[in-house]
């Protein structure tokens, strides 16, 4: 399902798309030196968040491997791609199986780092608020089919793309409040799972944390703000630009589609056509960034399973 809402989303924003077009600009007109700079920040944000997620496991009494951690992370994020929010899971059993940590523990350290992690969105939503508030007013109108002469889709697309998405989020919301019931009754869970969830307030160096959090976040916009300097069309756009459109992205992909698929795009597009950008340009950017980049998480997602594989056979044998 969630890959044929974000298949149905993605139709309605290219199906006038030309293309054709995107092998000459990946082959011709893209800077692939600045496209390699941001995938080692890509890369590196996967690898710091295996650090932090070590960090967090440590006042629980567990010390699992940094590589291990990294790794986990790395099948985590691909996972995510065949169903979302799966991949939390996911990095839970691999250590699990890897090191012994406890599953509902590590689920626990999880969902606090989650809860850091959204303050850091908030924070970087507010900052790209006060930076850029007149480009996302507009944005916001433009996204409910209010204003006419913004012209990236008709009415119809931004309204069925809006209500698709609120209502993918609202199912979503929906299963994990039902799972969440299901754990209630089982005490001894609860127990281990919310030991994991206080696990921060237990932490001895939880300054490293913090700064490994903002660390993670800052890779995060390099990966995609270094994108801009790909091509020519975008690489006159300010930082703050850039700031808004990662937070837009970033709000995105909470509609659980592979990676943010779909609504993604539509934040990304509907963005860069307020601040000049073309459709046609803005629908190229967004296309050949997303692909790219989940192109990246899957291969990362291989490496990881082949890494943790190698070493368990070490181990064994």
């Known amino acids: 399902m969630p890959i044929l809402l974000g298949a149905v989303i993605l139709y309605w924003i290219y199906r006038d798309f030309d293309f054709s077009q995107v092998s000459g600009v990946v082959c011709g007109e893209m800077n692939l030196w600045w496209f390699a700079l941001s995938t080692v920040f890509g890369v590196m944000s996967h690898v710091i968040r295996g650090w932090r997620w070590r960090l967090s496991l440590e006042p629980l009494g567990y010390r699992p491997g940094s590589a291990n951690c990294v790794y986990a992370i790395f099948v985590a994020y691909a996972a995510n791609l065949v169903v979302p929010r799966v991949g939390e899971v996911s990095r839970c059993a691999v250590l699990d199986r890897t090191d012994g940590v406890p599953f509902v523990q590590s689920l626990g350290t999880v969902v606090a780092e989650r809860l850091l992690d959204t303050v850091m969105v908030l924070a970087l939503v507010a900052t790209a608020l006060a930076l850029q508030w007149k480009v996302f007013y507009a944005f916001f109108v433009a996204a409910g089919g209010g204003v006419s002469d913004v012209g990236l889709f008709s009415s119809v697309t931004k309204i069925v793309v809006v ?11 929906y299963i994990i409040m039902r799972k969440m019931a299901l754990l ?6 609860l127990r281990r799972f919310w030991e994991g969830v206080t696990a921060l307030g237990r932490m001895k160096n939880f300054s490293l944390f913090f700064v490994e959090t903002v660390a993670i976040w800052f890779c995060y916009f390099m990966q995609f703000y270094l994108c801009f300097f790909c091509f020519s069309f975008s690489s006159e756009l300010s930082v703050a630009a850039g700031l808004l459109l990662f937070v837009a992205g970033s709000v995105a992909v909470v509609v659980p589609t592979p990676n943010g698929a779909g609504p993604w795009h539509f934040a990304i597009i509907s963005m860069m056509v307020l601040y000049g950008v073309s459709q046609s340009d803005a629908g190229m950017f967004a296309l050949i960034v997303h692909s790219t980049q989940t192109a990246l998480v899957a291969l990362l997602g291989v490496v990881g399973l082949i890494m943790i594989n190698i070493k368990n056979f070490f181990i064994k044998f």
Not at 163 to 173: K, M, P, T
């Open 163 to 173: 209500i698709v998405s609120v209502a993918a989020v609202i199912a979503l919301l």
């Open 184 to 189: 209630a009754k089982i005490k001894s869970v």
